[in-house]
C-alpha cells in the first residue's frame, strides 16, 4: 500500500487502471482503463465499469453500479439510504444489521457533471446528462440532459427517441 493510497486487498483492479493519489478504495471493483481522481472513496461493493473517469472528491458508496464509458465530474456524492440514522432504536450506533443498502445504478455512456448529488434507487440512463450541481431523486431516462434541486428533465436526446 503506497504512503498516499488506501487500496484495501479486496479490491479488484483492471488491467491500466490509472489510481491517482489520496484515494481510498476497499471492497469495490474497478474495471479496465478507468481513471481514478485524487480525493475519491469507493466503498465495498461497489462497480465501476471499464473506460470510466471517476474526477477528483467524488465519493462512491456501496451499493453503486457505474457500467462502462461513463464520466463522473468532480466532488459528485452517490447516497445509499433514503433515511439515515446515527443510532439503531436501542440509541446504540447503527450497524450493517440495522439497515439496508439501497442501489443505484448509473448507464453506460452517462454523464454527471461536477457537484451532483445522486440519490438511492435510481437508474441514471444509457447517454444521459446530469448537469453539474444536480440533485437527482429519481430515475434519468436513456439520453436525457437533467438539471436542477430536484433535477429535471431538459431534454431528450433525438437519438434516444429515435431508438423508440
Known sequence: MSLYQAIAPDVRLGVEVKLSKFINLYGCEVGDYTKIGAFVEIQKNAKIGRHCKISSHTFICEGVTIEDNVFVGHGVTFINDKYPRATNSAGQLQTEEDWKVE???????????????ILAN???????????????????PPGATVAGNPARVLKISQESEDKK
Open 103 to 117: 442501489e443505484t445504478l448509473v448507464k453506460e455512456g452517462a454523464s454527471i457533471g461536477s457537484g451532483a448529488t
Open 122 to 140: 435510481v437508474v441514471v440512463g444509457e447517454g444521459a446528462i446530469v448537469g453539474a450541481g444536480s440533485v437527482v431523486t429519481k430515475s434519468v
